[in-house]
């Protein structure tokens, strides 16, 4: 579709074990942006791209938290070591310009640990 | 303080009937503010933007008090497809980006 598309749509994991979260971003969308949204919560930022450049990641809630989008497309959400607390839904959000606009969201991955 | 403040609900209104919600937000820097919609176990969807002057569509009424930091969505003539989390959105736009910030989001149930 050419919407923007996560997978998992979920995942559940031991606590401990390490999972990578993936983003499509809408073709040719230069800024991507990851949020995480525990149970009966708002979205919380976590990271920001520009193409490839990570410009921002200042939500990252730990360093077990890892993002990275190479080729300034695709984009992987890795969490190391996860804990309990690492449960929530991660959604991936695109725009088309680097300036202000609308952000476009992706269905999330409800992430479940164990 | 969070930064965005919304009255989490929920809100149980009669279909037909009006109802508002209120934010506040904590950054007097905040430059651009949006309304949200998100259904259950969906993404955020965006619903309008808000400015200083106020914008309508359709039922949906959007206000911006910047002295204040205050912003509202009204919603006339409730219906049942409008049960949602209602969230309100800040950006702050900075060297790094266009941040988001979302509020925890006000839960309407309209019934019939």
């Known amino acids: 579709g050419a919407g923007v598309s996560q997978s998992p749509r979920y995942k559940v994991a031991k606590r401990g074990q390490d999972v990578a979260l993936r983003c499509d971003p809408i073709?040719?969308?230069?800024?991507l942006f990851w949020y995480q949204q525990a149970l009966g919560q708002g979205p919380e930022f976590l990271t920001y791209?520009?193409?490839?450049?990570?410009?921002?990641k200042s939500g990252l809630p730990s360093d077990r938290f890892f993002a990275e989008r190479p080729e300034g497309s695709v984009s992987t959400l890795k969490i190391q070591r996860t804990q309990q607390e690492d449960s929530a839904v991660y959604l991936c959000?695109?725009?088309?310009?680097?300036?202000?606009?609308?952000?476009?969201f992706g269905d999330g991955t409800r992430l479940s640990i164990l | 303080r969070k930064e965005v403040e919304q009255d989490p609900g929920p809100f149980n209104v009669p279909e037909g009937a009006t109802v508002a919600f209120n934010c506040t937000y904590s950054?007097?820097?905040?430059?651009?503010f949006f309304w949200y919609r998100q259904d259950c176990r969906k993404e955020p969807k965006l619903l309008m933007s808000?400015?200083?002057s106020g914008n309508e569509d359709g039922r949906f009424t959007a206000q911006l008090n910047r002295a204040s930091q205050y912003i509202s969505l009204l919603i006339r003539d409730s219906k049942l497809s409008d049960s949602a989390t209602y969230l309100c959105?800040?950006?702050?736009?900075?060297?790094?980006?266009?941040?988001?910030?979302f509020g925890g989001g006000t839960r309407l149930m309209v019934k019939p």
């Open positions: 959000a695109s725009s088309l310009a680097a300036g202000a606009g609308p952000q476009h």
């Open positions: 073709s040719g969308h230069v800024s």
């Open positions: 791209f520009q193409n490839e450049a990570q410009l921002d």
């Open positions: 959105v800040v950006n702050l736009f900075n060297n790094a980006g266009n941040m988001l910030t």
């Open positions: 808000v400015y200083s």
């Open positions: 950054n007097s820097a905040s430059q651009s």
